[in-house]
């Protein structure tokens, strides 16, 4: 990868004057054949290496950021919800479609280094939360828990969040409830995940910006406009503030912030950034920009 030392001195330079939730390092480009189009990306736990979508197809391509190695993972597969364990197992999402040409979605997972490949929930019309934490995979199917350990031993559940109906759920020791901490009637629940240790919930709400509240729906707590979050630790959280005129995005900004609402952002504001995914240990953070490009922002931990 090539650094871009004048963009982090300019960075550096800029958030010089206000409180600092996390310290960059630098930002580098991530270098992806011309002809590849990155529409979001997702770094691994250990932070050396990617998963991308692209702008063209519904494949997922797996990018090592040691030697830049390549390859296609899968020719159908979402970016949504894509999860890689620590083993560097990728659990994606697949959807087919029946004879009456109605939707089913399925949790697969394929090892990049083998290619080896396994269905972890057959095709069902209410897949709801996945979410994985080491090697384990818990996935939320017509609103029960699926667990599967990828290494074989025993499945240690944790809370899953998800959206069913509308409605923000939890599930935990096997039971799904909803919780809907800003109430049931008019709201749109998105983007919900909860923390890495298992104690609050982080929601987006359409119109009102993104929250916290506690695993049981309680104390909803408004953290600022920051789209598509996702935890960095259990006290901070990154995502995107994002502009767009109707059609296209006409700005977007890569932010972290503290569940006590102290923002900080951390890309320039000449950079259309988006979709961040941080390292399991919050080390480094990959996002896309429209002009189909991946980044990669250092953090000095």
Same mark, same amino acid.
Request: aromatic share 6%.
């Given at each position: 990868?090539?650094?871009?030392?004048?963009?982090?001195?300019?960075?550096?330079?800029?958030?010089?004057?206000?409180?600092?939730?996390?310290?960059?390092?630098?930002?580098?480009?991530? @270098?992806?054949? =011309?002809? #590849?189009?990155?529409? $979001?990306?997702? !770094?691994?736990? *250990? +932070?050396?290496?990617?998963? %991308?979508?692209?702008?063209?197809?519904?494949?997922?391509?797996?990018?090592?950021?040691?030697?830049?190695?390549?390859?296609?993972?899968?020719?159908?597969?979402?970016?949504?919800?894509?999860?890689?364990?620590?083993?560097?197992?990728?659990?994606?999402?697949?959807?087919?479609?029946?004879?009456?040409?109605?939707?089913?979605?399925?949790?697969?997972?394929?090892?990049?280094?083998?290619?080896?490949?396994?269905?972890?929930?057959?095709?069902?019309?209410?897949?709801?939360?996945?979410?994985?934490?080491?090697?384990?995979?818990?996935?939320?199917?017509?609103?029960?828990?699926?667990?599967?350990?990828?290494?074989?031993?025993?499945?240690?559940? @944790?809370?899953? =969040?998800? #959206?069913?109906?509308? $409605?923000?759920? !939890?599930?935990? *020791? +096997?039971?799904?409830?909803? %919780?809907?901490?800003?109430?049931?009637?008019?709201?749109?629940?998105?983007?919900?995940?909860?923390?890495?240790?298992?104690?609050?919930?982080?929601?987006?709400?359409?119109?009102?910006?993104?929250?916290?509240?506690?695993?049981?729906?309680?104390?909803?707590?408004?953290?600022?406009?920051?789209?598509?979050?996702?935890?960095?630790?259990?006290?901070?959280?990154?995502?995107?503030?994002?502009?767009?005129?109707?059609?296209?995005?006409?700005?977007?900004?890569?932010?972290?912030?503290?569940?006590?609402?102290?923002?900080?952002?951390?890309?320039?504001?000449?950079?259309?950034?988006?979709?961040?995914?941080?390292?399991?240990?919050?080390?480094?953070?990959?996002?896309?920009?429209?002009?189909?490009?991946?980044?990669? !922002?250092?953090?000095?931990?």
């Amino acid at each position: 990868m090539k650094h871009f030392n004048i963009m982090a001195l300019m960075l550096a330079m800029s958030l010089a004057a206000s409180a600092q939730v996390l310290s960059v390092g630098s930002i580098e480009k991530v @270098v992806i054949p =011309a002809q #590849i189009s990155v529409d $979001q990306a997702v !770094i691994a736990p *250990d +932070g050396k290496s990617l998963v %991308i979508s692209t702008n063209t197809d519904r494949s997922l391509r797996y990018v090592s950021l040691d030697d830049g190695q390549m390859k296609t993972l899968t020719d159908n597969g979402s970016i949504l919800d894509l999860k890689i364990a620590d083993n560097g197992t990728v659990i994606y999402r697949q959807s087919t479609f029946n004879k009456r040409h109605f939707r089913f979605t399925s949790i697969q997972s394929v090892e990049p280094a083998t290619m080896a490949r396994q269905q972890l929930v057959e095709p069902s019309r209410e897949l709801g939360g996945v979410a994985v934490r080491g090697n384990q995979v818990m996935a939320v199917d017509n609103l029960k828990l699926k667990a599967q350990a990828l290494d074989n031993k025993v499945v240690e559940e @944790v809370p899953v =969040a998800s #959206i069913h109906r509308g $409605q923000l759920m !939890i599930t935990r *020791d +096997g039971v799904t409830t909803a %919780i809907n901490p800003n109430g049931k009637h008019g709201q749109s629940y998105l983007w919900p995940s909860v923390s890495p240790d298992g104690t609050k919930v982080l929601y987006y709400l359409a119109t009102m910006g993104c929250w916290i509240c506690d695993i049981d729906g309680s104390n909803p707590q408004r953290i600022g406009v920051i789209r598509a979050p996702r935890w960095i630790d259990n006290s901070t959280i990154v995502g995107m503030r994002d502009e767009d005129d109707g059609q296209f995005y006409t700005a977007s900004t890569v932010v972290a912030a503290t569940l006590d609402g102290i923002t900080q952002d951390l890309t320039p504001a000449d950079m259309i950034a988006m979709f961040p995914t941080p390292s399991a240990d919050g080390s480094k953070i990959a996002f896309s920009t429209p002009a189909g490009e991946v980044y990669i !922002i250092n953090i000095n931990r």
